[in-house]
């Protein structure tokens, strides 16, 4: 079990360009997260798919921000025209997300992205 | 909003020595978990409760979704349990599993 794995590790993009972040969620896991952690913020939730549908995408942005999961085994957090505000480190997440099998989430390694 | 209080925010403690780490939860929560993040910045799985408590080696957990508190414990602290911990509960009602987290304790063991 490799884990959730994210892609790349470390991203610099110069300010208004995109940058788009990988995340392939641990095999058979249901449930996929996005979270943002800054040093002012903590650990912010982002979005959330379940069986790829997406369910809560209560914490991201309205604007440039976007996530996809179309298939089982990947997801994407896009963000066009990047500031400087959004570099973090942008960890993404998987679980079971089952009554039988239990809700524990399981991080990344996350993507540390920096906007200059 | 639906927010999960840490405490403390830092600790030391001598080599061999214990503490405790607390969240308070303002709201009914479905699950606590709590990670420890290592020196390279990953999350470590270290708790999942639903309820009652666990035991994993020197650390032990409990969680108490009614009087809406989880504590984490440590003794016979060493050295490679340094590193910044954080709780994080999972809201009670819903589809969504999304965990809100506690702001961290980082902890610094010295010998």
């Known amino acids: 079990n490799a884990g959730v794995i994210q892609t790349p590790r470390h991203k610099v993009t110069g300010k208004g360009q995109e940058a788009t972040l990988w995340c392939e969620p641990i095999s058979g896991h249901s449930a996929v997260f996005w979270y943002r952690q800054t040093i002012v913020q903590g650990l912010e939730f982002l979005t959330y798919?379940?069986?790829?549908?997406?369910?809560?995408d209560s914490g991201m942005p309205k604007e440039r921000f976007s996530a996809q999961m179309p298939n089982q085994s990947h997801s994407t957090l896009k963000i066009q025209s990047t500031q400087p505000q959004d570099s973090a480190v942008y960890l993404c997440?998987?679980?079971?997300?089952?009554?039988?099998?239990?809700?524990?989430?399981?991080f990344g390694k996350g993507t540390r992205l920096t906007v200059v | 909003g639906d927010q999960v209080e840490q405490s403390p925010s830092a600790l030391s403690l001598h080599e061999g020595t214990g503490s405790a780490l607390r969240c308070n939860f303002t709201?009914?929560?479905?699950?606590v978990q709590w990670f420890r993040k290592n020196s390279r910045g990953s999350l470590i799985n270290l708790f999942y409760l639903a309820s009652g408590t666990k035991e994993n080696g020197r650390l032990k957990s409990a969680f108490d979704s009614k009087e809406r508190y989880s504590t984490l414990h440590i003794r016979d602290a060493q050295l490679e349990d340094s590193g910044t911990y954080f709780c994080a509960a999972e809201w009670g009602g819903g589809l969504s599993g999304k965990l809100t987290f506690g702001e961290g304790t980082q902890v610094t063991v010295i010998s």
């Open positions: 798919f379940r069986n790829q549908a997406p369910i809560d």
């Open positions: 709201t009914t929560m479905r699950a």
């Open positions: 997440a998987s679980s079971l997300d089952s009554r039988t099998g239990g809700r524990e989430v399981f």
